[in-house]
């Protein structure tokens, strides 16, 4: 988890703009998770989406990689305060995937699963006309292991615990429940730009 209250590097003039309040500019790309890489068979692999527990919709990897593609160019931002400018993401947008499945949001929140049985809210607001994606590729190669390949989920205008990695899949739920870090004191939204790191940041 972060420290509240650190205020991270000095931003140069060129890059005060593009930092959240707390961030400093990052070129790596640390890796951060709940355990290690999970073994993801893409012979097995399967995106499916829920409405509860009921599936409404799931592909293959084959079928996945054939819906229409997307690009997105920008920055990323991690709670634990680095951001990295002008990553480069390609999958599926998350539009795209509920016009495959013949689908309009039943719900206006959901929950994003992972196959390491970590998850993560995030509301459909945040998710329609653009903001996020199903990412395979990264910087024009397919996502590693280690940065949440075969496929994670790209918010990335979220911090980046809500970019859930090794996705399996999507489950409408009636309510905004909490996933893993938020039962654990992170804040059910987390929009960077209003430091929103823990549940009492408004």
């Known amino acids: 988890m972060s420290t509240r209250g650190f205020t991270g590097r000095r931003p140069g003039a060129g890059t005060a703009g593009r930092l959240p309040p707390g961030q400093h500019e990052e070129h790596d790309f640390p890796v951060l998770s709940l355990g290690p890489a999970p073994h993801v068979d893409l012979a097995t692999w399967r995106f499916t989406i829920r409405h509860r527990a009921r599936p409404v919709a799931s592909w293959t990897w084959e079928e996945f990689n054939a819906l229409p593609r997307t690009t997105w160019r920008g ?3 991690c709670v634990t305060t680095w951001s990295k400018f002008d990553t480069v993401w390609e999958g599926v947008s998350f539009d795209d995937i509920l016009a495959a499945a013949g689908i309009e949001a039943p719900t206006p929140y959901l929950l ?4 390491d049985d ?9 998710l ?6 199903v990412a395979t590729h990264f910087n024009g190669a397919p996502l590693t292991a280690e940065h949440g390949g075969p496929a994670r989920l ?4 979220l911090y980046f615990w809500k970019s859930a ?3 399996s899949g999507l489950k409408f739920t009636e309510r905004d429940e909490a996933g893993f870090w938020e039962l654990r004191g992170y804040h059910m939204r987390g929009d960077p730009w209003r430091e929103q790191r823990y549940t009492d940041d408004e």
């Open 118 to 126: 970590y998850d993560t809210n995030v509301p459909v607001a945040d």
């Open 154 to 157: 790209l918010v990335p205008h």
């Open 165 to 167: 990695k090794w996705i």
């Open 75 to 77: 920055d990323i931002h």
């Open 128 to 133: 329609v006309d653009g903001q996020a994606m």
């Open 112 to 115: 994003a699963q992972s196959f």
